[in-house]
């Protein structure tokens, strides 16, 4: 059985698939346009697209945990671990106040990932149009990198799990949780783009991603207690 904490990080990518297809959206539409008109070509160029980009996801996820580890090391384990931990459920906090529409405070954070992106995004023509899964790939591991708070979020935590495999392993489950929306938003653009704007839909997924936060506040002498368990380890 998966350890609950990847089970959580993979339900946060589950419930933030409201901001994936706000983020998102417009890229995977523009593939459908692209791509071949029956539908049953294109699910593999966009399950190659999703796959590329959860790969950048896990490669991220890799280098925080790596960086995590090291920051430990610069003092006593514990203390850095609960700093780590508390800044990770803030933003959190802040992704679930951002989807709910209640404040905007995340989009600062966004907008300072657009620096990295700003190099990256012309490298992204190289591989338009993407009528073949094997352009869809290298183009998702570059839409990867595109400045998302709710990726954000779940790779502040994976600074707190002191490991590169447990960091790329929760980065995973994440962006596997991000799969189902993307792939419907693919297939079913116009229908499902309606479905994830619904205030309702977004205010629901909002408040839950929320509650992991608040839960992880109020946890964080454990530093999660069961909610992270096998990922975030109290040294």
């Not at 706000?22 to 049953?40: D, F, H, N, Y």
């Not at 935590?157 to 002191?162: A, E, I």
């Not at 994830?196 to 839909?201: A, C, I, P």
Request: charge should be positive.
């Amino acid at each position: 059985m998966p350890e609950t904490g990847y089970i959580a990080a993979f339900l946060i990518g589950l419930l933030g698939g409201t901001h994936c297809v706000a983020m998102c959206g417009g890229i995977v539409g523009a593939l459908s346009v692209q791509m071949p008109g029956r539908s049953v070509r294109q699910w593999p160029i966009h399950l190659a697209y999703n796959l590329g980009r959860i790969t950048t996801y896990t490669v991220l996820g890799v280098f925080a945990g790596a960086v995590g580890s090291a920051g430990m090391l610069l003092g006593d384990v514990l203390p850095v671990q609960l700093a780590l931990y508390v800044a990770a459920n803030v933003m959190l906090i802040l992704l679930g106040l951002y989807l709910t529409g209640m404040t905007q405070l995340l989009a600062p954070v966004e907008r300072a990932g657009g620096v990295l992106w700003r190099r990256i995004q012309p490298y992204t023509s190289r591989f338009l149009p993407a009528r073949t899964p094997a352009r869809a790939l290298p183009l998702g591991l570059l839409w990867g990198f595109l400045p998302c708070g709710l990726v954000y979020s779940v790779l502040a935590t994976s600074l707190v799990t002191g490991s590169a495999v447990r960091g790329g392993l929760l980065m995973l489950a994440f962006g596997l949780g991000t799969l189902p929306n993307l792939m419907l938003a693919g297939m079913l653009f116009k229908r499902f783009r309606d479905f994830t704007r619904d205030t309702r839909v977004r205010f629901v997924a909002g408040l839950v991603v929320l509650g992991f936060g608040v839960f992880g506040l109020y946890h964080a002498p454990s530093l999660g207690g069961h909610l992270w368990s096998g990922v975030v380890c109290a040294t």
